[in-house]
């Protein structure tokens, strides 16, 4: 039996970024603090698995070379390392409100954090906080690791300190990629509508933009896809799109390969939406090249992930009031089998039965 323990160790990791990590039995995290507080590794023990994909060209420090990005969205990616991002106040295209430019995916995934620990042998919590430059709001996310327990556990907070209303946008992005992610996966999610992205961004999606049917079996020319099942790497698949209209949030990414879940739930109330975003080898040019694996289902207050400004005229930008606040917890944790899951909690909990059936396969 493993000792019942939790630590929490201050290390560098790749070109010298500065990098916390907590652990526990069966759990491993690791955040940079400096960049965005991105969760960079998310390693299910029993495996010995990260199974947050990693960029092909790594972590770079944009302070080491002279910018040559033409806008903020080349910027990001350049910077774009994998693992899990926290979007604010901005999400996808860059857009002017109210007389300030905010930059592609929002500030609070490119700036340094600071931090604090509270720590005992069973329990830890790192408290990461950011104060941004462009708008009026501070962050602050606590993430909490506990002994016996293969959760990662997300509370967080956003401070409106203007004395104005300020919309937002607000979401979390996790990249899910190999060897955890692959062609016997399925996705489990309960009730949703599914909705394109109006933009047409690549020739190899396989539903028109107005399409809008239930998750997950939907209609394309000559048959249907089952979005629940995902695509093998040699199918060079490429989606964006959203999904709304959720009976409850959460949801989960089974491997059957590797026989565990990875699940992710949150406050529906406050991001209502998915975003559904697979770039499985489907895309050429930059900064993808043909060569990424890599997929996210990112919950979201807003859509479409365009920019604040679209969102606002979509009437799915929240508004927070002047001096107030925003709260929201979180769960994201491993989940032994390949179960199907009935429901995934904010306090960690899970419901599931056996699974009594394969996943179907794609048709064409």
Known sequence: MPRKICTFREHDIERGFRAVTLENETISVTVLPEKGAD?????????????????????????????TAADSAEAWHEWYEGGWQEIF????????????????????SVLPWDYRVRKTT???????????????FVVRREITIESG?????????????????????????????APFLAGDCRIQLPGAVFQRHGLAVSTSRK??????????????????VDLSVVPRPSERHREFGYLHSLSSGWYA??????????GLA????????????????????????????????????????AGLQNAIAAGTAPVLAAASS?????????????????????????????????????RA
């Open 149 to 177: 327990r293969p959760a990662l556990l997300i509370s967080e907070k956003i401070s409106n300190l203007a004395e104005e209303d300020m919309h937002y946008m607000w979401g979390h992005h996790p990249a899910l990629g």
């Open 253 to 262: 990414v089974t491997s059957h390969r590797y026989n565990f879940s990875f």
């Open 207 to 224: 539903m028109p933009a107005k399409t809008a049917p239930r998750w997950p079996l939907l209609p394309i020319k000559g048959g249907r």
């Open 326 to 362: 925003v709260e929201a917890s979180l769960a994201a944790m491993f989940i032994p089998g390949s179960d199907e899951i009935e429901s995934i909690e904010v306090d960690g909990r899970v419901r599931a039965r056996l699974a009594t059936s394969k996943p179907l396969r794609k």
């Open 39 to 67: 969760i960079y590794r998310l390693v299910y023990k029993p495996r010995q698995m990260d199974i947050l994909w990693k960029s092909p060209w790594g972590l770079r420090r944009p302070a080491t070379w002279l910018p």
């Open 266 to 305: 949150w406050p529906r109330e406050v991001f209502p939406y998915l975003w559904f975003w697979q770039e499985l080898r489907g895309s050429f040019g930059f900064p993808w090249y043909g060569r990424c694996y890599v997929m996210a289902i990112e919950p979201f207050t807003s859509i479409p992930g």
């Open 122 to 136: 069973l329990r830890i919590t790192a408290a990461f906080t950011v104060a941004l430059f462009r708008s009026p």
């Open 89 to 108: 106040p901005n999400g996808g295209d860059s857009c002017l409100y109210k007389g300030c430019h905010l930059n592609f995916h929002g500030e609070a």
